[in-house]
């Protein structure tokens, strides 16, 4: 019988401290003054070193660049978890960083709006037009057109997920490959068995519906593969995938059945869970998140393949 559910001893010694991110917030804690500050601009002091970080916008949508001194190996588009409701480029800052570490690559991090002020597909939206341009001026940025990577983690892994699809055999792609860790890939359906094993910890039943129906708008949009990728009736040609799950995550057997599906469909996975973790490990910073990064720097070179840019710049266009 498998073990992964069952919390590591460092997870259950972070969990005594009782951490305010493992307590799930429910409708009536998302008060606009709840929401302001779990969207503001200043994340945890940064644990990694970044040469040149730089904030800017494409078409109105807040962006923020991280590059380190030597020639990247190829440019990642990241996208922050939330529940669709909650985060920032500023809250996820450490995140984007240790991306660009493990990845040796330029970080475009991408300030999605989010719901309820813009529900679904608001936050697809953005993220797309970011992708579309990062694919645009990858030269600038200092990679190739073949070299971009889309990621991130909970509603931010959705994001990557959906931004695949719709991107799938599109002009402006193909991009290079998916890093989706703990993604919600299945909108508001609850017979996934991790659903009910693990609601409480960092997010339970009532916590996910309050995200759902704000993010939804009131509309049924359970069936758009572009809310829930898992709905989608193919996902043959799309990039290959790195999946990173927790053992012990809510989201851990809908993350499963996505990397099943993306397999059965011929795209090329790799899917690693680390157990006893929780939904959050790596923003948590939890030892985990180390070797989660660490798996993710060992993946990308087999999708960003070496392919050397024609032109290399400091300019972001």
């Known amino acids: 019988m498998s073990d992964e559910g069952v919390l590591t001893p460092d997870v259950e010694a972070w969990l005594a401290t009782g951490p305010i991110g493992a307590t799930p917030l429910h409708d009536a804690d998302l008060s606009p003054e709840v929401l302001a500050l779990a969207r503001g601009p200043d994340g945890a002091p940064p644990t990694r070193d970044i040469d040149w970080v730089t904030d800017d916008d494409v078409d109105g949508i807040p962006i923020r660049i991280y590059r380190d001194g030597s020639e990247p190996a190829g440019l990642i588009v990241y996208f922050h978890g939330g529940g669709f409701c909650l985060g920032s480029i500023g809250l996820m800052d450490n995140v984007a960083r240790e991306l660009a570490h493990a990845g040796d690559a330029v970080v475009v991090s991408v300030g999605y709006r989010l719901a309820p002020e813009h529900p679904f597909p608001a936050g697809v939206d953005d993220c797309e037009t970011v992708t579309r341009w990062a694919l645009a001026h990858a030269h600038e940025l200092g990679a190739a057109p073949e070299q971009v990577v889309v990621a991130g983690e909970s509603a931010g892994g959705t994001m990557s997920a959906a931004v695949t699809l719709r991107m799938r055999g599109s002009g402006d792609g193909p991009l290079a490959g998916q890093v989706l860790m703990y993604p919600g890939t299945d909108a508001d359906c609850w017979d996934h068995p991790s659903r009910e094993e693990f609601s409480g910890l960092v997010l339970d039943r009532d916590n996910m519906d309050a995200f759902w129906r704000r993010y939804s708008g009131g509309r049924d949009i359970g069936g758009d593969p572009f809310a829930a990728p898992l709905r989608a009736e193919s996902l043959a040609g799309l ?20 990397a099943a599906r993306l397999r059965a469909d011929g795209v090329d996975v790799e899917e690693v869970c680390y157990p006893g973790q929780p939904h959050g490990f790596i923003n948590f ?3 985990a998140a180390a070797r989660a990064f660490d798996r993710i720097g060992a993946w990308l070179p087999s999708v960003f393949g070496g392919v050397t840019p024609r032109a290399r710049s400091r300019g972001v266009g």
């Open 239 to 258: 990039p290959p995938a790195l999946v990173i799950l927790g053992g012990a995550d809510l989201l851990r057997d809908e993350g499963r059945a996505y």
């Open 285 to 287: 910073g939890l030892p």
